[in-house]
Structure formats: structure tokens, C-alpha cells
């Protein structure tokens, strides 16, 4: 397939673009293979230059066209000249409804242009092949492909814990993917637990994510692990190797929890259908909780209409409260909070080790083991740990990212395999900012950034679904990471509150203490240059703050680039 064969139309002139946020903007629109492209000499008081407007056409969730002006048509017997001249004062408008959740407006003149334009966006947002996508034409001149990748390795964290305990080993039972495609090539596991029982286990566990180590708490030694749902079906059956692995864990006369992320219905209804959860007698020295997550349609349809009541301006305060109810948005992220404090508990106050998982060990189960992490551990909340969590426990933990965001909160297909269970994840982390400012060495702004890039982003970091796909599309070799771009400007990111706290930060989950994220849902519908440019001066202040105390001790100073306000003038936008 080639690309110039989706775009039908090049180029047009004399569009106006119109956004919340943002003066209309006159210009030449162009179509390039990836990027719609508008560009504007600006004129009248003359203090303006050109202006481009960047929008990767992979962001586009939504498309809605309108023509006006059908009215001048006139009949092909009528006269031509009349017929041309009435025809040209026809001109269309297109609605792009993006993945970030912004909304574009384009007038085209022209009916025909109009409806070129419309086809060939959706065309080039749904091309299916990830190896079409942006990130394998992305050739930034300041970046090589090989830096990046190998930033926040598995072997070296988990080698250290191997190291320091005598009890955990580095397997690489999974090398070649043939034991769990969704796993990555090396797994933590019990030391004493060899690589024929991990492939047993493995077909013991749904989709053979048998359980591996997601973290070891230093402090008291307990572990946290992650897995999917038991097969033991309507029979009970058993696995022996199964049973011996978690036995591993524990020291003798020790307990543990299993953290099921489902309700006690749904596990009765999956053991009904060949899955399950481990049974009493089975595991003797495992508790099982049940704490239900919501994930996949109805997070998705949670998702959509808090956006819906988001957009809404005409709503009376009445109105908007019960419609940000109805989402039952806030409560999923209660319950998130309230899962990975329990798990967080058991590993640091009851002293047990946990073991986490739902049906397929993908979503609910990643979203509390990290969240634990955040919660828990000191290094998690640091700019390079927070990277490298990302890394272990979605990234290379199997979450499909390509199936929870093919969409957004506006796309007209909806997909069984969406769910926005990483943006649910990003929310719980800015609440734990937003309750403890001091505590997270990174800003809202990295959240959102990471939120744009898990649905549309030139870099290959969120491509593909676990490690096996990104093997075999050779998206280390052929595309760039995202987190070597983030440290580059790394200062943007930065909390300049930031105080390191070496304590376990317990978030409150009542009702009045969760919020709603404003500064993702609510972006681009009021202006936030005020609060970009307030943001901007306390940044500037912590700095000035920073180079006085390095000053008075002696010692020397980094040349920081002071932060400017990203409500300045910009003569270059992506949208």
C-alpha cells in the first residue's frame, strides 16, 4: 500500500482552523502521509509570523463533515457558467475529534475539497499495519535509534533483588515467547522453583501468565506478584507445580493474600467457562480477597461520558453533578486507590506477601501492582523510577496498548478491547500528587504527555501489545523510545515542590478527597494560559530557591534553562 493512494487531496487553501483556546486561524492545509499540516501568514497589526499548526492524523478519534450551501446546486441543464459559479461558493466543515480529547474545526471551501479531505484522514488514521505508523518514518536528527531501548533494563533491576535476597532468580524460560507470549523473555521467580514447573504453571494459568515477581519490598522482605486466573474449571483441577511455586514464596509458618480483582460472581462465572481462582485447600497459606475492578466496556463507556459531560456548557450545576455521578468515572478511581492501599498494606503493615491478579492478568492487575509501587516506594516516585515502572509493569508486562487505545471517548466504533485502563492509571497517580505535593519528583504535565503518547505518539515506547509483537514488527531497531525525548527536557517535567519522602505516602480515599482531573478533561475547554503562566513562576521560583542554596554551600550550580510560560508566544504548535 502506498499513501499517496489514500490522499486525494494535496493541499487546500483559505482554511480556517478553530479551537477552544486558540484564535482562528487562516491558511494552506496540507496532507501529508502522517501529519495534517496548516500554515498561516498572520496579518493586520503585524506583530504575528507565520504560524504552523501540527496534528498527527494517528490522533484522530473522530471525523464529522457537513456541507453548506447545497442550495446554490443547480441542475446540468441549467446554464454552465451559472452552475460553476454557484457550485465554488459551496464550502464544507469538519469536526476532528481527537484522542487527546482536543476538537478541531475545519472550514474548507469547496464541497469536493471538503469531502477529499474528510476521506483521506480517515483513511490514513485507520491504517491497521503498525508498521505503517509514524514511528517508523520518525527520524529526529538529535536521537539514535538504538539509545533509548535499553534505559531501564528488566535483568539489571530484578538482578539486583536476585543478588541481595539469595531467594529470587532471573529465568529466561521465556526466551523465545513459547511459554507465555505475553510475557517478556526474562521473569523473576522463586529460586527454588525450576524452569520444567514455570512451564506447568504456565499451562495451569489463563493465557499461561503463571505468577512472577512484580516487587520486593526491602524493608521486611515480603514480595508482590503478579499472574492470571487459575484454569481449574468446573472440576477444580489441580496443578501441582502451580501450587509449589506459591508455596516457594512463603517461609514456612508465613501467610499470604491473593488479591483477586474480580467480584465472587464473575470468578463462579469464569470457573463455569474453564477459569477460576485458587482453591482453600489448595494454596492453605493463601487468603483470597475480592475487591471487582471495573475494566474494558463499561471503563469505556465510564470514559465516554464524563467526556460528554465534560463538553456540556449549558449544564446548571445540578445537572453537571449528577451527569459526573452517572460516569461513575471518580468511583473507579476510588476503588483503584482503595485496591493498591490494600495491597500495599499487606506488604508493609501485615508483613505477607501478595499475589495479584483478574481474569487475564493485563489490566486491573497491572493497574494495581504499580499503583502499590507509586504508594510504597520512594524510587517509584522519581522521575527515572517512575520511567522505569512504566517499563516493567505495562510496557513489558503485556498490557495490549494497541487494543485498549485503538480509541478515545469519541470514536463511532466501539471495540469490545477498549478500555482506558492507563489513563485510570495516570488519574490515581495525579491524585497521590495532588494529596502529597511534595512526594512526586514529576508534574501533571509528564501525566499528560504520557497520556497522549499511550494513544498517539511519533515515538514506539506504546506500540504494539507485549514483546512478542514488538519483536516481530522490530520496533527496537526501527523506532525511537519515548523516554530519551522526556529527559532531554526533563526540567518541563520536573515537580520544582519535589522533597524526597522516604515514607510509604497513604493516599485518603473518601469521596471528598478524590477530585476530578481537571487539568486532562477539562484542558481544552477553558483557557489555562493563567495557570500555565502561575505554573511557570513557581517553577522559576524553586530554581532561584535551588541556585541560592547550592551558592551558600559552597557549591556549584548546573546551568538550568529557566521554565517560560507555554501560554508565550509560540510560532509553532502540535495539535
Not at 232 to 250: H, Y
Not at 301 to 308: D, M, N, Y
Request: aromatic share 8%.
Amino acid at each position: 500500500m502506498e499513501f499517496a493512494e489514500l490522499i486525494k487531496t494535496t493541499q487546500v487553501n483559505d482554511v480556517v482552523l478553530s479551537c477552544p483556546g486558540l484564535a482562528p486561524v487562516k491558511g494552506t492545509l496540507c496532507i501529508t502521509s502522517h501529519h495534517l499540516l496548516l500554515s498561516s501568514q498572520a496579518g493586520g497589526n503585524g506583530e504575528q509570523s507565520q504560524m504552523e499548526l501540527w496534528l498527527l492524523i494517528r490522533n484522530v478519534d473522530a471525523i464529522e463533515k457537513s456541507v453548506q450551501n447545497l442550495s446554490w446546486y443547480q441542475s446540468p441543464r441549467t446554464n454552465s457558467s451559472l452552475q460553476d459559479t454557484r457550485v465554488a461558493n459551496a464550502s464544507g466543515t469538519i469536526t476532528l475529534k481527537c484522542k487527546d480529547l482536543r476538537i478541531l474545526h475545519l472550514e474548507i471551501p469547496g464541497m469536493e475539497e471538503c469531502l477529499n479531505i474528510a476521506s483521506s484522514i480517515e483513511a490514513l488514521s485507520s491504517v491497521e499495519s503498525v508498521m505503517m505508523t509514524y514511528p517508523f518514518f520518525y527520524r529526529p536528527q538529535s536521537m539514535k535509534l538504538e539509545n533509548g531501548w535499553h534505559l531501564y533494563p528488566l535483568e539489571k533491576y530484578y538482578q539486583q533483588i536476585a543478588s541481595d535476597t539469595g531467594t529470587w532468580r532471573l529465568s529466561s524460560v521465556n526466551e523465545d515467547f513459547a511459554v507465555c507470549p505475553s510475557y517478556p523473555p526474562v521473569v523473576m521467580v522463586p529460586a527454588a522453583v525450576d524452569d520444567g514447573a514455570l512451564r506447568k504453571s504456565a499451562c495451569f494459568r489463563h493465557g499461561r501468565r503463571f505468577p512472577i515477581l512484580s516487587y520486593y519490598h526491602k524493608k521486611n522482605g515480603t514480595a508482590m506478584l503478579r499472574s492470571s486466573q487459575p484454569l481449574t474449571g468446573p472440576n477444580r483441577k489441580r496443578c501441582q507445580e502451580d501450587e509449589l511455586l506459591l508455596g516457594t514464596v512463603l517461609e514456612r509458618g508465613d501467610r499470604g493474600f491473593i488479591l483477586d480483582t474480580r467480584s465472587t460472581q464473575a470468578t463462579k462465572q469464569a470457573q463455569m467457562m474453564g477459569g477460576g481462582t485458587e482453591h482453600r485447600s489448595a494454596y492453605p497459606c493463601w487468603k483470597r480477597l475480592h475487591r471487582p475492578l471495573e475494566r474494558g466496556r463499561p471503563l469505556q463507556e465510564s470514559f465516554i461520558k464524563l467526556v460528554e459531560a465534560c463538553l456540556d456548557p449549558s449544564l446548571s450545576m445540578d445537572r453537571w453533578l449528577a451527569k459526573l455521578e452517572a460516569s461513575k468515572w471518580l468511583s473507579h478511581v476510588k476503588e483503584v486507590l482503595s485496591t493498591a492501599c490494600l495491597a500495599a498494606q499487606c506488604l508493609e503493615r501485615e508483613e505477607a506477601c501478595v499475589l495479584v491478579h483478574g481474569s487475564e492478568g493485563t489490566d486491573t492487575t497491572l493497574l494495581v501492582t504499580a499503583l502499590a509501587q507509586v504508594i510504597l516506594d520512594p524510587d517509584c516516585r522519581t522521575l527515572a523510577g517512575f520511567q522505569g515502572l512504566l517499563e516493567r509493569e505495562w510496557i513489558q508486562a503485556g498490557h495490549p496498548f494497541s487494543l485498549r487505545c485503538a480509541h478515545s471517548a469519541y470514536s463511532h466504533a466501539r471495540l469490545k478491547q477498549e478500555a482506558p485502563v492507563f489513563l485510570l492509571f495516570l488519574d490515581c497517580v495525579w491524585q497521590l500528587g495532588r494529596q502529597f505535593p511534595f512526594s512526586l519528583e514529576f508534574s501533571e504535565h509528564l501525566l499528560l504527555t504520557l497520556f497522549e503518547h499511550s494513544y498517539a505518539s511519533p515515538y514506539g515506547t506504546f506500540l504494539c501489545s507485549n514483546d512478542k509483537e514488538r519483536t516481530l514488527c522490530e520496533v527496537k531497531e526501527k523506532t525511537h523510545a519515548l523516554w530519551p525525548w522526556l529527559n532531554q527536557e526533563e526540567e518541563k517535567y520536573r515537580n520544582p515542590l519535589y522533597s524526597r519522602n522516604s515514607l510509604v505516602i497513604w493516599p485518603s480515599v473518601e469521596p471528598q478527597s478524590v477530585l476530578l482531573w481537571q487539568g486532562l478533561f477539562l484542558r481544552w475547554i477553558r483557557p489555562s494560559h493563567y495557570l500555565d503562566e502561575a505554573w511557570a513562576e513557581i517553577q522559576k521560583i524553586a530554581r532561584n530557591s535551588r541556585v541560592l542554596r547550592e551558592q551558600l554551600s559552597g557549591t556549584s550550580t548546573k546551568d538550568i534553562p529557566t521554565p517560560t510560560s507555554s501560554g508565550a508566544e509560540t510560532q509553532t504548535m502540535a495539535i
